[in-house]
């Protein structure tokens, strides 16, 4: 079975520029996530949409936007970058709204800002 | 606030060499604390959740522990390939499915 799939890989912008990222969960799961880490952190929650209503947001600017389509599948969206949005983001989902059941995570997205 | 420590930052073991790691957490009502596997270049790969004070999970060379205030995932003779960055994360009972994730603890095992 496939598992959580994010695209695309890497992306290079520069400062000022918006960012699209996508996800796409595993079958079945209805629940989105997404993560920024940051090198040698640990991630940190951005959103989570379940059944395509958003159901928690993290302590990041207005920047920051994600939708989920009736798929499940899931974009987030970066305006306006600056040099500290350089990080790897990741994506997650789980079965449930997230109530104690794991998440399981893509491979995520580099993004670098110059 | 919610928050997870995890000790040490970085560890280095010879192939064969027993040791764990730490991870203490303070939550406003714990709904599980989960342990990652990530490697290089990838996503977090999940271990383990735990529930509740008192429960062990076992698979393969590690073992996770859960009490009231902290966690500990046992290593038993690893090899070179356990090799990775080890990540924990606490979800509180709340209306969300945030985790909560430590800075993680680097283990290198040389064979």
């Known amino acids: 079975d496939a598992g959580v799939t994010q695209s695309p890989t890497h992306l290079i912008k520069t400062r000022g520029q918006q960012v699209t990222l996508r996800c796409s969960p595993i079958?079945?799961?209805?629940?989105v996530s997404w993560y920024q880490q940051v090198l040698g952190q640990g991630p940190q929650f951005i959103f989570q949409?379940?059944?395509?209503?958003?159901?928690g947001r993290g302590n990041f600017p207005d920047r920051f936007s994600a939708r989920q389509f009736p798929n499940y599948s899931s974009e987030l969206n970066v305006n306006a970058l600056l040099l500290g949005d350089s990080a790897l983001y990741l994506c997650?989902?789980?079965?449930?709204?997230?109530?104690?059941?794991?998440?399981?995570f893509g491979d995520g997205t580099r993004l670098s800002i110059l | 606030e919610d928050q997870v420590t995890q000790s040490p930052e970085a560890l280095r073991l010879q192939e064969g060499e027993s040791s764990s790691l730490n991870c203490s957490y303070t939550?406003?009502?714990?709904?599980?604390l989960f342990w990652y596997r990530q490697d290089p270049g990838k996503g977090p790969e999940f271990l383990f959740t735990?529930?509740?004070a008192g429960e062990e999970k076992e698979k393969e060379r590690l073992k996770a522990t859960l009490t009231k205030k902290e966690s500990f995932l046992h290593i038993t003779a690893p090899k070179p390939e356990d090799s990775a960055t080890y990540l924990c994360?606490?979800?509180?009972?709340?209306?969300?499915?945030?985790?909560?994730f430590g800075q993680g603890t680097t283990l290198q095992v040389k064979p």
């Open positions: 997650a989902s789980s079965g449930d709204r997230g109530r104690g059941q794991p998440q399981h």
């Open positions: 939550v406003s009502g714990l709904r599980g």
């Open positions: 079958s079945g799961h209805k629940s």
């Open positions: 735990l529930y509740s």
């Open positions: 994360a606490v979800q509180a009972n709340s209306n969300t499915g945030k985790l909560i």
């Open positions: 949409y379940y059944e395509k209503e958003e159901r």
